[in-house]
């Protein structure tokens, strides 16, 4: 809410005249003349009055809205608690040899709070999902006190943000929902946590080979 100060002046007599017709006789066409002054005065303050009461009344609208807006998004989007939130994992993969210091690599770079985004590349065979898996479910271990959930998430043949975010919306919860927003809800969703989460985003090649690379990346940062 605003605060308007409004400076009420530029009345167009000095001082010295309005003692002058104060203590001079004033015959009857001065009066009227003064008269009329006064009366233009008085208008002009009127008008500039209700101006002021306009502005406030406005002011006090636009604060209600803003009020029922927040209220709507607040109920649209209810807070999320630590205890509501816990890690998402994939399958464990047994007897995997290999990959490991890339496993790491994608670890360590988590961890250090240095990188927002990681992105595994590699060609058919490379073994992506499984230095995914890996490093989903060691980040996970490695979490002290449950300072950090994993969440791992299969968007395979997903083509646009919209549904990637969909997609992200789904593990979020014991309960989850589809959303008519979902980019907007993750984003208040994710004000309200107090502890580290990690999406993995597993087969996202579709989405990344449609050009929305750029997208994806600024929306997840």
Not at 63 to 92: A, G, N, Y
Not at 198 to 215: C, Q, S
Request: a neutral charge.
């Amino acid at each position: 809410m605003g605060c308007h100060f409004v400076g009420i002046g530029g009345l167009g007599t000095r001082p010295q005249k309005v003692d002058r017709l104060k203590t001079e006789p004033i015959d009857h066409d001065t009066q009227l003349r003064v008269d009329e002054e006064v009366n233009k005065w008085k208008h002009q303050f009127e008008l500039r009055m209700q101006y002021v009461e306009r502005r406030q009344h406005n002011s006090d609208q636009r604060q209600d809205d803003f009020e029922v807006r927040i209220s709507t998004i607040e109920e649209k989007f209810p807070k999320v608690t630590i205890h509501e939130l816990s890690s998402r994992l994939p399958d464990d993969v047994p007897h995997v040899y290999g990959r490991s210091k890339e496993t790491d690599e994608v670890v360590n770079a988590i961890q250090s709070g240095e990188e927002a985004v990681v992105l595994i590349t590699g060609g058919p065979g490379f073994g992506k999902t499984t230095v995914a898996k890996r490093a989903a479910r060691k980040l996970a271990a490695t979490a002290e006190h449950g300072t950090r959930a994993v969440l791992f998430c299969n968007v395979k043949s997903t083509k646009t943000l919209h549904k990637v975010a969909t997609s992200m919306t789904l593990v979020c919860s014991e309960q989850p929902q589809l959303q008519e927003n979902p980019q907007l809800w993750l984003q208040n969703w994710s004000r309200q946590l107090k502890r580290n989460v990690t999406f993995v985003l597993d087969n996202a090649d579709d989405v990344l080979d449609r050009d929305n690379g750029d997208e994806l990346f600024s929306f997840c940062k």
